[in-house]
């Protein structure tokens, strides 16, 4: 007697009905494919699949049409061959020490870094027999010198952050290539700055000359809504690619689809996004060096700034003379002002939100006291209070208007 199969129960037929949607839909957004479990064809397929090779699925931490489709774009901003996602900018800094540091070496750091890489060095890197040491960013023979054969990276970053001194960064990784008799030591780059718009990480001079692996906090801009938290490793070599794709499967540095979808929702006007922070932060940076109150604003555009013609070096050419930088930049309120007007000047301002991070539609303001973040007082900067703007997509007068009105009504006028 020929075996008939039951008529699935409904409960079986909610998840195994036959019915496939038409292929062929095409649209501006690419769909969004979740996942931690990938279903393989057969045994011989999922015993033969190596989760390594991005021509196919093994798992969702190892990556879905979603993330490969975000790593390629990452990966073109930046000018590189490969990239991984992780879940925040301080992951990716966090992937890369981890990945190629061990017990015994030491790592190099500008003593102007985003504060969080220090903290890690000084954390979980300090406990595990990495040690770090802080070299002056703007004085390429102070990183020569601090160099040994115990050196297995230099961490890099242009501008510095809350300084943004500009540092001359192919003088850097030159530095870095000629290193140990020219055996040379690895140099990662914090690009989040630069956002893969205003330079290009891997070809540096025009000839080539390029960061081993550049860093991007998507968080900023090409997040862009303030929403998301993500991060990028982008490299060009493939030996280094896998050294940091393995800790990256190891350490299990996934990251959301959904997150992943915000991004490339915005990733297309992350260019015009950029531009636009700039011309107004441009616009506000050069309205502060008129007014009384402030002894400096620390914009790496301003003729003056510490590193301008470094910036200018990098960031501009024949096509686009005026450069390109990303719409963050500080100032230093006068001296003899007190902590209480600085902060009632924070606190006064309506537009501007009181918040950190940047590459968001509003505007945001953070006094800093920068006394307690460096190891000492930076040369390049004059005595006072330091206050960070990072500036929205609010329209430049209004802007203007907010801050004159908060100065005037802390008495600063
Ligand atoms: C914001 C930022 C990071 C960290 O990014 P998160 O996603 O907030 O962890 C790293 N480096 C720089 C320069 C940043 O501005």
Known sequence: MATTHPTPHPS???????????????????????????????????????????????????????????????????????????????????????????AGDEVLIPSNAYGPNKALADGELAQWGISHALYDPMNPADLAARITPRTALVWLEVPGSVTMEFADLPALVRVCRAANDGAGVRCALDNTWGAGLAFAPFDLDGAGLAVDVSIHALTKYPSGGGDVLMGSVCTVDDALHERLLLAHMRLGLGVAANDCETIL?????????????????RHLALWLTQHRAVSQVLHPVLAGAPGHAHWQALCTSAQRPQGRAAGLFSVMLHARLSRDQVDAFCDGLQLFKLGYSWGGPISLVVPYELATMRPTWPQSVQPGHLVRFSIGLEDPADLVADLQQALAAAGMP
């Open 12 to 102: 079986t037929h909610l998840i195994h009905h036959p019915y496939q949607p038409p292929s062929g839909f095409g649209a501006p957004m690419p769909p969004v494919h979740k996942a931690s479990t990938v279903f393989f064809a057969n045994v011989a397929a999922m015993r033969a699949r190596d989760w390594r090779n991005k021509a196919g699925y093994t798992y969702g931490l190892h990556g879905t049409p979603t993330t490969f489709t975000l790593e390629a774009r990452m990966a073109s901003v930046e000018g590189a061959r490969h990239c991984l996602l992780v879940p925040s900018g301080l992951a990716a800094i966090a992937n890369v020490s981890l990945a190629l540091l061990k």
């Open 265 to 281: 929702r915005s990733l297309p006007s992350m260019a015009l996004r950029y531009d636009a922070h700039d011309a107004a932060a």
